[in-house]
């Protein structure tokens, strides 16, 4: 079946780029997601890219999608304390049924 | 905000009970998904409804069942409840079935 996988952890100074990986095994996946949640929050939508596309960029957030790998990554410049949450990465064909990875939790640290 | 509204925010309820889960989608958005967040699990999609009909069944319990209202709200019930239940259930919406699909608060339910 479907899997999305996700490092566990990662931490970065304040300042510093972060790049989260994701891997993700349908190779009918049309839609890519990248959702943050904050402690205690609900899941926000940063930002999704269609399998057609390489990359994507908005602001301070570069999606990298390697189709043939299956891997996408996620890249933040200039990270913030602010930016401390747990980043999912989810696939899936349309909106219907999306297949979410285990979720990676950045820490920043001044 | 993402303009789709959960209640309650947290309900706490004892084994053997049942409760109802309630979400708005954003104005517009035809289609409500439920999902299932806990510690083991990581997040499930359970069901999803577009227009009132049911349009995508993922990991529900036969406990639980879902249904969307002709205002377009969706009812969650979780009934016979048990331990393992105690979740975060998002709700998130979508205009139809491409692009973006934006998530509620959730409902954090604690089962003692």
């Known amino acids: 079946g479907e899997d999305v996988e996700q490092s566990l952890f990662l931490s970065v100074r304040e300042g510093d780029s972060s790049v989260i990986n994701c891997t993700y095994t349908?190779?009918?996946?049309?839609?890519l997601y990248w959702y943050k949640q904050e402690p205690g929050a609900g899941l926000q939508l940063l930002t999704y890219?269609?399998?057609?596309?390489d990359m994507k960029q908005d602001q301070r957030l570069t999606v990298l999608l390697n189709k043939k790998d299956k891997h996408l990554s996620l890249r933040i410049a200039d990270t913030q304390t602010g930016d401390s949450a747990i980043y999912f990465c989810?696939?899936?064909?349309?909106?219907?049924?999306?297949?979410f990875g285990t979720g990676t939790r950045l820490q920043v640290f001044p | 905000d993402s303009g789709v509204t959960q209640t309650p925010k947290h309900l706490i309820t004892a084994t053997g009970q049942r409760v109802t889960l309630r979400c708005s989608p954003r104005?517009?958005?035809?289609?409500v998904y439920w999902y299932q967040q806990s510690l083991d699990q990581g997040l499930q999609f359970l069901i999803q409804?577009?227009?009132?009909?049911?349009?995508a069944k993922g990991n529900i319990l036969e406990r639980f069942s879902a249904q969307q209202f002709p205002d377009l709200h969706s009812e969650l019930n979780l009934s016979s409840l048990e331990l393992g239940d105690s979740a975060l259930y998002f709700c998130?919406?979508?205009?139809?079935?491409?692009?973006?699909?934006?998530f509620g608060q959730g409902t954090r339910l604690t089962v003692v």
């Open positions: 890219i269609f399998s057609n596309m």
């Open positions: 989810a696939e899936g064909q349309n909106t219907d049924k999306l297949i």
């Open positions: 104005s517009g958005d035809l289609s």
């Open positions: 349908d190779s009918s996946s049309t839609y």
């Open positions: 998130a919406s979508s205009e139809d079935r491409e692009g973006e699909a934006f």
């Open positions: 409804y577009y227009n009132g009909e049911e349009r």
